[in-house]
T-cell receptor
């Protein structure tokens, strides 16, 4: 099956600094790569996603880069703010129809003010 | 409703009892997923429905777990003879036909004593 590894498991940054979270995957047929944010006690919510036909996507302070050859993709958060503190999960589409989402183990991001 | 609804929000049961967890997806969403999230852990895939069919049941941990979906709408996850290791938050998510954003419910927190 698809194997998704996410690093680091925890990340502490100073407010205003950048944060980078990386995921690697095993199935070269995967073509959809979303990132979800889960605040404490809340449901996961999509923050950004990318498909395999592009290498980078940006939405204000958040960007995702994809390297299909190396089978890894990364989440970049610039100018971090305390409200960015949460658990971030990467996911990869997998399966015969490419619509099974397998999640990474998550990264706890703490932004210190 | 506007979002994914899950019930009950909290369930405390005794070891050996059966439990049923319900998910009402967003109207019109053909894809429905169940995930399990243990405390402080990631999202563990359980089962996926496309319409009323479940093309992928590979994530169900044991034959004590089963799920069904009717009317391309409501889904029920049933856990028979519950064990303490079943304690977790069970998250339901729904999405459109093509792989894209999943909308999660608030989850059902199950505690097995």
């Amino acid at each position: 099956g698809e194997n998704v590894e996410q690093h680091p498991s925890t990340l502490s940054v100073q407010e205003g600094d950048s944060a980078v979270i990386k995921c690697t995957y095993s199935d070269s047929a995967s073509n959809y790569f979303p990132w979800y944010k889960q605040e404490l006690g809340k449901r996961p919510q999509l923050i950004i996603d990318i498909r395999s036909n592009v290498g980078e996507k940006k939405d204000q302070r958040i960007a995702v880069t994809l390297n299909k050859t190396a089978k890894h993709f990364s989440l970049h958060i610039t100018e971090t703010q305390p409200e960015d503190s949460a658990v971030y999960f990467c996911a990869v589409s997998w399966g015969e129809y490419g619509n099974k989402l397998v999640f990474g183990a998550g990264t706890i991001l703490r932004v210190k003010s | 409703g506007a979002g994914v609804s899950q019930s009950p929000s909290n369930k405390v049961t005794e070891k050996g009892k059966d439990v049923e967890l319900r998910c009402d997806p967003i109207s019109g969403h053909t894809a429905l997923y169940w995930y399990r999230q243990r405390l402080g852990q990631g999202l563990e895939f359980l089962i996926y429905f496309q319409g009323n069919s479940a093309p992928d049941k590979s994530g169900l941990p044991s034959d004590r777990f089963s799920a069904e979906r009717t009317g391309e709408s409501v889904s029920t996850l049933t856990i028979q003879r519950t064990q303490q290791e079943d304690s977790a938050v069970y998250l339901c998510a729904s999405g459109g036909t093509n792989t894209g954003e999943l909308f999660f419910g608030e989850g059902s927190r199950l505690t097995v004593l």
